[in-house]
């Protein structure tokens, strides 16, 4: 009898080792990350992982601020990469719209594993990371949108209370910001770049919590941040991530060579992840990123969107492990070819 319930006991011990090894973060060194994706992933968090990341890893990872949101907020890129200034260079970024978040976990967490696999010189799946990052600088804006995703996690009360009521109001009278998209001005920042702009579909003509691409292209302090901070890195390639539908879109009105070109890159990418690539329609409205970079670059761009479609929120925290999976190779890929195109 005694010796039936040490086996229970030890068959339960077991049961519960087990059940905490899948538990843990995909990260074959979890306990060595810095970023915790598994968590709504704040502005404040964000800033204080970038700096610890920057404090780890010296000689591989850098940060600036490029310009700041309409309320004051710094927004932040971080280079990843040895390669002086000038050399070939990959642009992502991620949370252009408030609730789309989850983008900047994985923008981060991007960050803090090609960093501990350079650093333990790891490849990973055939792709040698320090050759990459010798030759090629990565640079990520991992939230386009501070103060969308702010008002979106945290509502009205991180936001002076003499705009409270511009802010109910742009969102139709509610105090819940669950599907908020906009900047806190009410602006869409992925409606704000200068690419067919004035032809722009299904604009709101208010500021407003979705769809109101402003007065102006370039208009709001976030995307001249971007803008400006796209001239001054000349990118080969650029990749904003966004949510959700696990879907590709790649194409601007290239044609000939650039259009088989760009077709390839996203293919490839698309084979990467597993993701739809989408095929432009006769009627393609812009504003986006990808359609400027597209359009004033030549280059290619990809917006990759992560994630099953959850209805107008955020993703669930329950969807990262598999944005990961699916995209853990895409930063390598991108930087790969930038250093082809260069």
Known sequence: ????????????????????ILLLPTSANAHNNIVNPYQTYTYSQMVKDIKSLAEK????????????????????AVSLGTEEPGGPTVFFNGSHHAREWLTT?????????????YEANRTMEGYNVNQILDKTTMWFVPM??????????????AFPERVHDDLVEMNEGSKDFTRWKANAKGVDLNRQYDADWENIKNNRDEPSWSNHKGVAPHSSSEVRAIVNFTQEIAPEMVVPYHSAGKVIYWSFHQT????DRDHQYAEEVGNLTGYEVIYPGQN????????WFISKYKRPALTMEIGNYPGERHLPISEFDQAWQENRLVGLYAAEESYNLY
């Open 144 to 157: 386009v949108n501070p103060d969308g995703v702010t008002l979106q996690q945290s509502g009205l009360n």
């Open 284 to 291: 393609q409205s812009g504003g986006g990123m990808t359609d």
């Open 57 to 76: 890893y010296p000689n591989l990872i850098k940060y600036k601020v490029i310009g700041k949101s309409e309320y004051g907020r710094d927004i932040y």
């Open 105 to 117: 976990n994985l923008n981060m967490y991007m960050i803090d594993q090609y960093a501990q696999a």
């Open 256 to 259: 000939g060579n650039r259009y």
């Open 1 to 20: 009898m005694k010796l039936r319930l040490n086996l229970k006991h030890l068959f339960m011990c077991f049961s519960v080792f087990l059940l905490g």
